[in-house]
C-alpha cells in the first residue's frame, strides 16, 4: 500500500503520515469506487473466486481488481459466520485473488466454544492448512470471541498465538495482522509485539479520532 489518500497531511485531516506505515480501507460494495477516487488503498470484503457464471449479488475477484483495488478480505468471520464459507471455498478466493493481481487477506480465528476447549491452536492449523504454502497473501488474527464482547487476549497471549500461525507458514515474513477489538487505548501494546505486524481493525475504524490513534500507534511502533 505504502500510498497516501489525498489530504493526509492536511491539519484537518484525520490521518497521521508515514512511508512506514501501510493504511488500506475496506468499505461496503458501493463505496469502492469513491474510496478509490479519494486515492485511499482499498479493499473489497469479499469477492467471488469463479471467473463466470450466474452469482447474483456477488463480485468476482477481476471486476474488484479492474476498478482500482489492491487488497480482499477472505474469510471474514462474519462470512464465516453469516454466510457459512467455509476453509475450501476461502482457499479458492485466496487463490484467486493471487492470480488476479489482489493481495488477499486471509482472515482466521477460534470462537468461544473453541477457545474454552483448548483448541484453538487445532482450529488455526486446520483454517491454514490448505493455505500453509501460499507465498503473497496476508494474514489476519481474528479471535472470534473477543470482537465486540469486551474480552481480549493480552498482548503477550496474542503474540503467542501470531508466532504459532507464523509457524505453520513456509513464507516466514507473511504479515500477521490482530484482529481481536483493537482500539486506541491498547493499539500500542499490541502493536509493539514482535509477532504482530499490524491490525485489522473492526469498529474503531468508524470513529476517526480513534482510528488516527491507532495509525498513530503503529507509526511509533
Known amino acids: 500500500m505504502n500510498a497516501a489518500p489525498v489530504g493526509w497531511d492536511t491539519p484537518d485531516s484525520p490521518y497521521v503520515s508515514s512511508e512506514a506505515v501501510d493504511v488500506a ?12 477516487a479519494a486515492k485511499l488503498s482499498v479493499g473489497a470484503q469479499c469477492g467471488r473466486p469463479e471467473t463466470a457464471g450466474a452469482f447474483t449479488g456477488d463480485i468476482a475477484m477481476q471486476q474488484i481488481k479492474s476498478i482500482g483495488c489492491t ?21 479458492k478466493q485466496v487463490l ?37 504454502e501460499t507465498e503473497g497473501m496476508i494474514v489476519a488474527y481474528e479471535p472470534v470471541w473477543a470482537i465486540g ?14 508466532a504459532f500461525i507464523r509457524s505453520l ?30 491490525g485489522l481493525i473492526g469498529g474503531a475504524s468508524l470513529k476517526p479520532e480513534e482510528f488516527r490513534k491507532i495509525v498513530e500507534a503503529a507509526v511509533k511502533n
Open 96 to 132: 484467486s485473488a493471487l492470480e488476479n493481481g489482489l493481495i488477499p487477506v486471509l482472515c482466521i480465528g477460534e470462537n468461544s466454544d473453541q477457545r474454552e476447549m483448548g483448541e484453538t491452536k487445532e482450529v488455526l492449523a486446520e483454517q491454514l492448512l490448505a493455505l500453509a
Open 149 to 162: 464482547t469486551g474480552k481480549t487476549p493480552t498482548a503477550s497471549e496474542a503474540n503467542e498465538t501470531h
Open 169 to 198: 507458514l513456509k513464507d516466514k515474513n507473511t504479515r500477521i495482522l490482530y484482529g481481536g477489538s483493537m482500539n486506541s487505548a491498547n493499539a500500542a501494546e499490541f502493536l509493539a509485539q514482535p509477532e504482530i505486524d499490524g
Open 25 to 36: 480501507v475496506f468499505p461496503t460494495a458501493i463505496d469502492l469506487r469513491l474510496c478509490i
Open 71 to 91: 487488497h480482499v478480505l477472505c474469510g471474514h468471520s462474519e462470512r464465516r459466520q453469516h454466510h457459512e464459507e467455509n476453509d475450501e471455498y476461502i482457499a
